[in-house]
């Protein structure tokens, strides 16, 4: 079996059971804290990176300007699924 890509804890959970180790695959509320796999994080920020670096750079190359903080703003809202 693959792991996978993101797994969650609970806060409360860690607290009261510190020495186990309960992990879930879904979020179980707005607290929960999401972890993701670093290959899977890799691949996603590699995905973006080609479909839109050279998107940014003909841009840039035509005088259209973009902005740094819009670049790294589109990447992050990219990697969170927005």
């Known amino acids: 079996m693959a792991a996978p890509e993101k797994i969650y804890l609970q ?10 180790n ?3 695959t879904k979020p179980l509320a707005d607290n ?7 290959d899977a994080f890799i691949e996603k920020a590699e995905i ?5 670096l050279l998107r940014y750079i003909d841009l840039c190359e035509r005088g ?6 819009e670049f ?8 969170k699924g927005e």
């Open 11 to 20: 806060p409360r959970t860690i607290e009261q059971l510190p020495h186990q």
């Open 22 to 24: 309960i992990v879930y």
């Open 32 to 38: 929960s804290i999401e972890y993701t796999r670093t």
């Open 48 to 52: 973006y990176l080609k479909g839109k």
């Open 64 to 69: 259209v300007g973009v902005s740094t903080e």
């Open 72 to 79: 790294i703003e589109d990447f992050k809202n990219y990697m």
